[in-house]
């Protein structure tokens, strides 16, 4: 999941990272994980993106892979779609545990100003696709009068500015 790394080194732990993202307001629900993965396999980003994998983050928070974590990009790659939220069958709110990761990434000093900048760019994107998506969502609930099943489908499509 982390960009240039194939295994993690879980010598350097933190055993109280799970719990420090536990405590935080949104990561109250992290341990209800039991990784099935079909928050990644709902994911858009996912699907576009293998790095990028909700289950594998969860797993190395779970792991106290803290560092690893809060440096790396990945954790500014959700669209905050909550595609993952919906689907987890044990009641995740992964899009709300991403969240917790940026403010502590933030807060701990893991976050250069120039990715501050970046990031805050990707965000107004992700506001305007997260628009684009509701209105498609709706136009096809109108049209069909059943709830559209495939969110993850619908943000590609809007991504890809279809
Ligand atoms: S869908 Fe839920 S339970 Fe399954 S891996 Fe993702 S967060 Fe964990
Ligand atoms: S909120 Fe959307 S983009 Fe973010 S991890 Fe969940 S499904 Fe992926």
Sequence with gaps: ??????????????????DEV???AGGETLTRCFGCGICTGCCPVSEMDSRFRP??????????QKDEL????????????????FHC???????????????????EGFVSAELMEKARDIEEEIRKIRTRVLDLFFERYKKSGSVPGDVAQLCKKCFEGE
């Design 1 to 18: 999941m982390v960009e240039e790394q194939e295994c993690l080194d879980l010598r350097h732990s933190n055993v109280h990272f799970k």
């Design 22 to 24: 536990v405590q935080a």
């Design 55 to 64: 289950s594998s983050i969860i797993q190395m928070i779970l792991l106290g």
């Design 70 to 85: 809060l440096k790396s990009p990945v954790i500014w790659y959700c669209w905050q779609c909550y595609s993952c939220s």
């Design 89 to 107: 069958p044990q009641g995740v709110k992964f899009a709300s545990v991403i969240r917790v990761l940026r403010y502590m990434a933030v807060d």
